[in-house]
């Protein structure tokens, strides 16, 4: 994974586990790659999925990924924000904080 902040657990299960991290990595890149969404859309289907799992790590992951593709901020807001009739309005709270955590007052 080329993210530079990794999350603690993350970074242990890739230092105990590699061949099990390399092959969720090579998962991810894969997936990405079978159809035909672009990166910037598929990002946000992911962040959207991990939000409605209640995933923060999922959101902060995708958050990232979303920026580096050039999602904007509101982008990813939007995206959370539609989720609100299917989530609910306390899950949909929590993923803007997540995302806010990654993308501060932009």
């Given at each position: 994974?080329?993210?530079?902040?990794?999350?603690g657990?993350?970074?242990?299960?890739?230092?105990?586990?590699?061949?099990?991290?390399?092959?969720?990595?090579?998962?991810?890149?894969?997936?990405?790659?079978?159809?035909?969404?672009?990166?910037?859309t598929?990002?946000?289907?992911?962040?959207?999925?991990?939000?409605?799992?209640?995933?923060?790590?999922?959101?902060?992951?995708?958050?990232?990924?979303?920026?580096?593709?050039?999602?904007?901020?509101?982008?990813?807001?939007?995206?959370?924000?539609?989720?609100?009739?299917?989530?609910?309005?306390?899950?949909?709270?929590?993923?803007?904080?997540?995302?806010?955590?990654?993308?501060?007052?932009?």
């Amino acid at each position: 994974m080329s993210d530079k902040k990794l999350p603690g657990l993350y970074t242990m299960l890739g230092e105990k586990h590699p061949k099990f991290i390399s092959a969720v990595e090579e998962l991810g890149k894969v997936i990405r790659q079978e159809g035909p969404l672009d990166e910037k859309t598929a990002q946000l289907v992911q962040l959207a999925g991990a939000a409605a799992v209640g995933s923060e790590g999922g959101v902060h992951s995708h958050a990232r990924r979303a920026v580096k593709a050039g999602v904007e901020p509101e982008q990813m807001r939007h995206a959370i924000i539609l989720l609100t009739s299917t989530i609910g309005f306390p899950r949909v709270s929590a993923a803007l904080s997540w995302v806010q955590d990654i993308i501060g007052d932009k």
